[in-house]
């Protein structure tokens, strides 16, 4: 840490990120510490950390991150919770997530690290074999699945390139939506809505996910409103929630969105 800005280096704030995935990974599955790939990469770590005077920090980190792991493990986290929460401050407790969770912000500077989950993994999982499953016995509907994710993946793709400017948060949040209509998901947007202080937003937009289905008694944009989470979570740099009030595809004019911070359970 340097003595006169009191800032963690990048070099340092990566070996204790590392150390605290690496000891969040082992609370979660029980990994055993003093053998295979779980003792080698923890020697790694700390012979790197001793070298720049990080020793006590690093294992501070490690055990919260194994901590926080086995919390996990052994209780029901939500979907409107869990992850994983960085801060470059030491000490040997797991730091405590603020009211509204942040998100991870990839950035060469963020001295935050947090991985917000809309689902348990292994929900996610369980979910992805059973359409695998389904896939195996109808080859049509593999090739749709298959170009489901690929279309998904673009979209990934292009809302991690969304740079978050926190003086400007609705022309980042513009900037997602405009991604949205590059992908061919939404024709045109109106922003009804945008409180940047609540950190609300609300939009009615042209879902050619609705158009393309046709009628529901149900709103059925859910990847939309995914998409629009994750712009959520850019500009404002915390969880956020998005919610279809109501669709195209229920005989409405537009579909209506509105994007909230996520509730803590």
């Known amino acids: 840490m340097s003595a006169e800005t009191g800032e963690w280096s990048e070099i340092e704030k990566r070996i204790l990120r ?9 609370g979660l599955r029980g990994h055993i510490e003093g053998v295979g790939w779980v003792r080698s990469r923890l020697r790694d770590l700390e012979a790197e950390a ?9 294992k501070a980190k490690y055990e919260a991150g194994k901590e926080f792991g086995k919390r996990k493990r052994l209780s029901s986290f939500t979907s409107d919770e869990g992850g994983l929460y960085f801060s470059k401050k030491g ?6 997530p603020p009211k509204s969770m942040p998100v991870r912000i990839v950035k060469e500077n963020s001295s935050t690290d947090y ?6 993994y292994e929900d996610g999982i369980d979910a992805l074999a059973t359409l695998m ?3 195996q016995k109808n080859r049509k509907f593999m090739k749709k699945l298959d170009v489901m994710f690929s279309s998904l993946g ?13 003086e400007e948060k609705r022309k980042t949040f513009e900037s997602g939506l405009g991604i949205l209509i590059e992908v061919g998901w939404i024709r045109e947007y109106e ?5 940047e202080k609540a950190m609300t937003v609300t939009i009615d937009a042209i879902s050619e996910i609705a158009r393309t289905l046709g009628e529901s008694k149900e709103p059925v944009c859910r990847p939309l409103c995914v998409a629009m989470e994750s712009i959520g979570n850019s500009t404002f740099g915390i969880s956020m929630k998005a919610v279809e009030k109501y669709c ?4 409405n004019d537009n579909c209506r969105f509105v994007v909230i911070p996520r509730p803590n359970v």
């Open 91 to 96: 000490g040997s407790k797991l730091p405590k």
């Open 50 to 58: 001793a070298r720049l005077g990080l020793g006590e920090d690093l």
């Open 115 to 120: 991985i917000a989950e809309r689902v348990p």
């Open 154 to 166: 673009d979209v990934h793709d292009r809302l991690t390139t969304l740079s978050r400017i926190p």
């Open 133 to 135: 499953k389904i896939g």
């Open 18 to 26: 590392e150390a605290l995935r690496l000891g969040f990974e082992v």
């Open 191 to 195: 922003i009804v809505e945008f409180g």
């Open 248 to 251: 195209i595809a229920q005989k």
